[in-house]
């Protein structure tokens, strides 16, 4: 295993320059022949909050979660998962999308998850600023805490970069595996409690949901923004995560280091 994460690490630094290059294009890709250009970054995810905010705070009279207003409570739920499913998803069509290089010339594959994580960034980048202006208008503050934000960042780039191996390399040979992941995001995204608190179900339901491992990346962005909770103050919690995460990671590798000899022959 450390081996393996070895080599992956210094593959990434090896060809630290064409992933950047590759980043830099998806992202700029996205803004082709828009007036506004990179400022839809921020609009989107602005949009997307406001709109849920009115839905649920307006429309259904949500209250304040734990005395946390709940437009900073769903921003801080909503901004990990978005940043989680985005990677995976684009993460399923990585290679069929770069086929055109991989039949003509010896590309390494296996950075184009990287790619997706590095572009996924981005607009990750503009949710957590719209959470921490939110934060300082509802004068909600978890300070010191804040910086474990980077731990949880990792918790959630380590599993979408194990998941997105296998979904990056299964989507070539079954091209249904890429419309699967989307539906398992959609259904993912209203199972996990991200606009409900977790508290509301049973025990017993609450033990199963907690088997997600984006709770516990959720969970933990709150932590940091808002509660002021130590990712060491749960220490199962957070062994059971990386024992998932790294199965995730090593299975995710060892599939696409199998099958990635023959994505020249079929795409």
Known sequence: MFARAFRFITMIVTQRQLILAL???EIASQYIGSLLGIVWTFIQPAVMIFVFWFVFSIGFKSRPVNDVPFAVWLTAGMAPWFAFSDIVVRSASAVVSYGHLIKKSVFPSQILPVVKVLSGMFTHCAFVLLLLTLLLFQQVWAGFYLVQFFYYLLCLVSLALGIGWAVAA????????GQIVTVVMQVGFWATPIFWEITIMPERVQAILKLN???????????????????????????YFWMVTASCFLVGSMIFRKLKGQFADVL
């Open 170 to 177: 299964l989507n070539v040979f079954i091209r249904d595996v």
């Open 213 to 239: 491992p984006v709770y516990y990346i959720i969970q933990g962005y709150r932590d940091s923004f808002i509660y002021g909770i130590g990712f060491w103050e749960r220490p199962l919690h957070g062994l």
């Open 23 to 25: 980043a830099k294009r």
